[in-house]
C-alpha cells in the first residue's frame, strides 16, 4: 500500500492516523507542496484535483480523505472505527458531514491567518481570525452539548468521526484560540481523550 501526502497536511493525518488504528504500516510518498508538486503533471496523472492524499493500494487507487478512511476501515483487519448499529453510524457520519460543512473553514481560517500567513512573512487578518472564531466557537458548542452523554461523537466508541475532527483540532489547540477547546468542559475532555491515543502521538509526533 503506497500513501502520496505531507506530513503536516490535515486530510493525510486522517488517513494516516486510520492505518495507525488498524496497526498497518503504508509506504509514504511525500508530495512537497510548499514546492506545488501535487500540481506537476506526474502527480496530477493520479490525482485530477492536484491534491493530497493519494492511495495506491494492490492496482486499486483512490482519493478524498474522508472515503479513504471508509475504505481503510473496511478492508483493514483489526479495531473496527465504523459502528455496527444504524443509529451509532448515522451519528459517525452526520460529526463527519459537520466537521466537513461548518468547522473546518473556520477553523482553518484561524491557523491559515496566525500560523502560515506569518510563516510566509505575511499579517494576518484579523477581522478574518475574529469572524472566524465566531462561527468555530458556534460550532463547537454543539459538539460540547453532544458530548454531555457520550465519550465519542459515534456514542461509546472511538470511530472515523473522531479521526475526522483530531487534525484540525491540533491545529487550533496551537493557536491562542486553543481556548475554544478548553473553555468547552465535554469538548476539553474528549479533546484529552483522543489526542492522547498512541494513534495520534505518532501521527501528529
Ligand atoms: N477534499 C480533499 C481535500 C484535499 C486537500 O485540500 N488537501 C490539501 C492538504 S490538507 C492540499 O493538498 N493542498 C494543496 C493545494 O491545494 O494545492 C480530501 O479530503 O482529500
New binding site residues.
Given amino acids: 500500500m503506497k500513501l502520496y501526502g505531507?506530513p503536516g497536511?490535515?486530510?493525510?493525518r486522517?488517513v494516516l492516523t486510520t492505518l495507525a488504528e488498524k496497526g498497518r504500516e503504508a509506504e509514504f510518498v511525500s508530495?512537497d507542496?510548499f514546492k506545488?508538486q501535487?500540481?506537476s503533471p506526474d502527480y496530477l496523472a493520479k490525482h485530477p484535483?492536484?491534491?493530497?492524499?493519494f492511495l495506491e493500494d494492490d492496482g486499486f487507487t483512490m482519493?478524498?480523505?474522508?472515503a479513504?478512511i471508509r475504505y481503510l476501515d473496511a478492508k483493514l483487519p483489526g479495531p473496527k472505527l465504523t459502528p455496527g448499529d444504524a443509529p451509532s453510524l448515522g451519528r459517525m457520519e452526520q460529526w463527519i458531514s459537520v466537521e466537513q460543512s461548518y468547522f473546518t473553514s473556520p477553523c482553518m481560517t484561524i491557523v491559515r491567518e496566525l500560523v502560515f500567513t506569518p510563516m510566509r512573512g505575511g499579517t494576518p487578518d484579523m477581522d478574518k481570525v475574529f469572524k472566524a472564531r465566531g462561527e468555530t466557537g458556534k460550532v463547537l458548542d454543539v459538539v460540547d452539548r453532544a458530548l454531555m452523554s457520550q465519550a465519542y461523537l459515534a456514542g461509546d466508541t472511538f470511530s472515523l468521526a473522531d479521526i475526522s475532527w483530531l487534525p484540525y483540532l491540533q491545529y487550533l489547540s496551537a493557536t491562542p484560540h486553543g481556548t475554544l477547546i478548553t473553555e468547552r468542559p465535554f469538548v476539553k475532555s474528549w479533546w484529552q481523550r483522543i489526542s492522547t491515543r498512541p494513534s495520534w502521538k505518532k501521527v501528529n509526533g
Fill in positions: 505531507h497536511s490535515t486530510c493525510t486522517k508530495i507542496l506545488g501535487q500540481k484535483f492536484g491534491v493530497v492524499p482519493y478524498e480523505s474522508r479513504i
